[in-house]
């Protein structure tokens, strides 16, 4: 009786040792998913972002660290990039090219189409009117059996009035222990503060030694602004109290410059329109106390591509004030009107020597006439 208990209770040990065994076993692969759980965090942080590709966005307006390490992108290969900008789904320019060429007959119809788009992409009406009798000639009024050859006819007519015989550099020749001086002048608003961060960034890409003069002493926040530009873009900023005198802060930043010996110093004025008498003296002031020190060999008109011919009519009066030598035209990526090129060279008489096309760092260009064109066309 004794021995048959003593079986039980082996068996009964055996079958419970036995399920222990199992369970344990079974439970195993759920204790591995947890540890990897629970050490995912200590991972060194560096790993996941190694393998996240770069974002566009932030890579256009880098922290001031990111902009240090990174080079600067070269001038040359700037307004190929832009260029899909300029050739984006806004364009009206290349649609009404579309239509005129698809079009059964090239009737007067179709004709007043296409200077209306010319028109109202702010070429202007009498580049507009040179432009479609120069291709109605070209093409005939049957029309062109050869898309192509219309094509190559508008490209070429649209490059002879931006004019590609234009000195379109910046003139940044100096003595030794003598900066270049830029002024950057215009009205509020159109792009001057971020034009001499932009440009700052494109002189360094140069291999140029820059320092900012922020002379917008009217607007509270305007040398803030440009002291963080000048942190992004690695140019140090030379600013006064707010309503200084714009002259005097212009003045410091020259005599700073010439003291450091820097090749390039840039300075953004203030672009109050109050009267035409004002903005003289003021901007007028500026320059003679900065020549002084140093010759100012730049004086860059900003102009809103945005604004149309109300910007255009501003513009005019800064280049009756201050002898303007290259007009920088901005914000060309959000317009459907790149045609204002055309349009401000001949109001002016002075050439676009880079153009705007986003808000980030290195979304400025030397104006490259032939590329502009073919962005026009959206080719
Ligand atoms: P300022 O008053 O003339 O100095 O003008 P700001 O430099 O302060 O620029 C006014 C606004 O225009 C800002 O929001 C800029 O980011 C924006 N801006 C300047 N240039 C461009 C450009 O080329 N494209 C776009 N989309 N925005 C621009």
Do not use: C
């Amino acid at each position: 009786m004794n021995f048959l208990w003593v079986a039980i209770a082996v068996v009964v040990v055996v079958v419970v040792v036995g399920l222990v065994v199992w369970t344990l076993r079974r439970r195993k692969p759920v204790d591995s998913v947890a540890s990897v759980a629970l050490e995912t965090p200590t991972r060194p942080p560096a790993e996941p972002a190694a393998e996240t590709p770069p974002a566009e966005a932030p890579a256009e307006v880098p922290s001031v660290e990111d902009a240090s390490l990174e080079t600067p992108e070269q001038p040359a290969s700037r307004m190929v990039r832009l260029r899909r900008r300029l050739a984006s789904s806004r364009n009206g320019l290349a649609r009404a090219l579309a239509d005129l060429l698809s079009a059964d007959k090239l009737d007067a119809a179709t004709w007043d189409a296409f200077e209306t788009t010319l028109l109202s992409a702010d070429l202007g009406v009498g580049p507009t009117t040179e432009l479609v009798d120069g291709l109605r000639a070209k093409l005939g009024v049957e029309g062109t059996s050869d898309p192509a050859v219309a094509r190559q006819a508008l490209h070429d007519d649209l490059l002879t009035l931006v004019d590609p015989s234009l000195d379109r550099s910046l003139s940044l020749t100096h003595d030794a222990g003598v900066p270049a001086v830029v002024m950057m002048v215009g009205v509020n608003g159109t792009g001057k503060t971020t034009t001499v961060g932009k440009l700052g960034r494109l002189l360094v890409a140069e291999g140029n030694t820059v320092l900012f003069g922020a002379a917008d002493t009217f607007r509270a926040a305007a040398a803030e602004q440009l002291t963080t530009w000048g942190g992004r873009v690695g140019v140090e900023t030379v600013s006064g109290a707010e309503g200084a005198d714009p002259a005097s802060v212009a003045y410091q930043a020259v005599e700073r410059g010439v003291k450091d010996g820097v090749d390039v110093v840039l300075v953004d004025t203030a672009g109050r329109l109050h009267t035409k008498v004002g903005l003289m003296d003021e901007l007028g002031k500026v320059k003679r106390v900065i020549e002084k020190l140093a010759p100012v060999t730049e004086v860059l008109l900003v102009i809103d591509a945005t604004t149309g011919q109300n910007g255009l009519a501003q513009a005019r009066i800064f280049a009756e004030v201050v002898d303007v030598t290259g007009l920088v035209l901005t914000k060309l990526d959000g317009s459907a009107k790149g045609g204002i090129v055309v349009a401000v060279q001949r109001e002016l008489n002075v050439p676009v020597k880079l153009v705007g096309l986003g808000e980030g760092v290195d979304d400025l260009a030397p104006f490259d006439p032939e590329q502009f064109v073919q962005g026009l066309l959206g080719e």
